[in-house]
């Protein structure tokens, strides 16, 4: 069985954290739209793909070398690497020697990982959101931020310039018995994908089973109050309708008061479901606590598992 996770994130390193435990082929598509931190300064010093995203897949997929995967997540914290990981720096590095995407094949091998992760553009690619007050936001960080800029909510998210989608990518979609978005970032993690050329149409025209995992918390400036209805509706508004074949979303309640308050203070909320909903949500208890409120990747992964 080969399954195509797409995303970028916390959220896409979760679920192959969880995926990675079964014996199946496991492609990453990892967004590249990242431009701020220690990924912004990257690319624009070296030209190379934004790592931060990619490092991240790379670390979850990597099998049994636990050193290295601790030098990858290192970041340093003062002086000339202040800010960056070593795991930013080995990409960048290896892209500069290889090119960009026999550099990421190279960092792969390095980690030993279960599966592939690709790039879904190697394409400079910059995100633009316009806004319900008709105002224009430019770039990742800064519709990241969102919240704490403006009290306007995202109209139309879109690339400043075209991006392609990389042929390793349409092969990888044509050849998946199951596709899997999210979770994540809605804006900055998941639609990101759906905005280079081609990806929509090898998914529309894939025969894969189509599943959408559903974030646990809104996101202040993103999905403010938003039912798992709206942020699937929001996700096929780019997708298209009829594709996603089941939406995978938490029933656990959270009890822990404490925990519920640092959220709120974060204008932060559970995602919830409307009564009589859409037949293709598919319930289950997805999330891990104490400390924060986000998916378990073993009860994630079983889940996308009992789809496909």
Do not use: W
């Not at 080969?2 to 916390?10: D, E, L, N, P």
């Not at 624009?44 to 979850?60: H, N, Q, S, T």
């Not at 109050?225 to 029933?251: C, M, P, W």
């Amino acid at each position: 069985m080969h399954i195509v996770a797409i995303g970028g994130g916390t959220g896409l390193y979760t679920l192959l954290r969880g995926l990675k435990q079964y014996p199946i082929d496991l492609t990453a598509i990892v967004t590249t739209a990242d431009n701020g931190g220690s990924t912004g300064r990257l690319c624009d010093e070296y030209g190379v793909l934004p790592p931060g995203d990619i490092r991240r897949c790379l670390v979850a997929l990597s099998d049994s070398r636990d050193v290295m995967q601790e030098v990858c997540e290192h970041r340093f914290t003062k002086g000339t690497f202040d800010g960056h990981t070593v795991g930013n720096l080995l990409i960048t590095a290896l892209e500069e020697l290889y090119g960009k995407e026999e550099g990421i094949q190279k960092t792969a091998e390095i980690l030993n990982i279960h599966g592939t992760v690709l790039p879904v553009t190697t394409d400079d690619m910059r995100l633009q959101a316009t806004l319900s007050d008709g105002s224009i936001v430019q770039g990742e960080s800064a519709i990241d931020c969102l919240a704490e800029t403006t009290d306007a909510s995202i109209d139309v998210l879109a690339t400043q310039q075209q991006v392609t989608v990389e042929p390793a990518v349409k092969e990888a979609i044509r050849h998946a018995d199951a596709i899997v978005l999210g979770p994540g970032d809605l804006y900055t993690s998941i639609i990101p994908n759906l905005l280079v050329d081609g990806v929509t149409e090898a998914i529309a025209y894939s025969e894969a089973t189509v599943i959408c995992n559903c974030n646990v918390m809104t996101k202040p400036g993103e999905t403010d109050h938003f039912a798992v209805e709206d942020f699937v509706k929001e996700i096929e508004r780019y997708l298209g309708s009829q594709i996603i074949e089941y939406i995978l979303h938490n029933t656990r309640s959270v009890r822990d008061t404490e925990l519920l308050a640092k959220y709120a203070s974060e204008k932060k909320e559970p995602i919830f479901v409307r009564e009589g909903s859409d037949q293709r949500l598919c319930g289950r208890d997805l999330i891990t606590e104490p400390n924060l409120i986000r998916h378990d990747p073993h009860k994630l992964a079983q889940a996308v598992m009992g789809c496909v």
